[in-house]
């Protein structure tokens, strides 16, 4: 019943930045948790970050820290992933993804812990 759309992937060039926005039909953000996940062809699917909307903590990948933003615009009901100093590995499909409740942080990097998941956004990054 509940679906996400997810927008704003496409084409950059190493450097450059990019913005993801995420979007629920049919219910709201509140009191729950969105994370982005990507995947690569060949690759098991990896989480990116993550956002509690009760007290609005976020958590990334180790790996992505310093580079990726989540946020989040209550008043829109909307959750971003600002992507910045974009490089070829960073080439995924991005997904969108809730849960109807706050995970604990132990469980916000398994993708098995969220309820609902977008149709993924294309990012891609090459010269």
């Known amino acids: 019943q509940v679906q996400l759309v997810e927008s704003g992937g496409g084409w950059v060039q190493p450097g450059g930045s990019l913005r993801l926005s995420c979007q629920p039909s049919g219910r709201t953000f509140s009191g729950g948790t969105t994370a982005w996940f990507r995947q690569s062809p060949g690759q098991e699917r990896e989480f990116v970050a993550a956002l509690r909307w009760t007290e609005g903590s976020t958590h990334y990948s180790n790996s992505l820290k310093g580079r990726f933003t989540i946020s989040r615009d209550r008043a829109k009901n909307t959750v971003y992933l600002q992507m910045s100093r974009l490089e070829p590995e960073d080439t995924a499909v991005y997904f969108c993804?809730?849960?109807?409740?706050?995970?604990?942080?132990?469980?916000?990097?398994?993708?098995?812990?969220?309820?609902?998941w977008g149709q993924g956004t294309q990012v891609t990054v090459s010269s």
């Open positions: 993804a809730a849960a109807p409740t706050r995970l604990i942080v132990s469980r916000l990097f398994d993708g098995e812990n969220y309820n609902y």
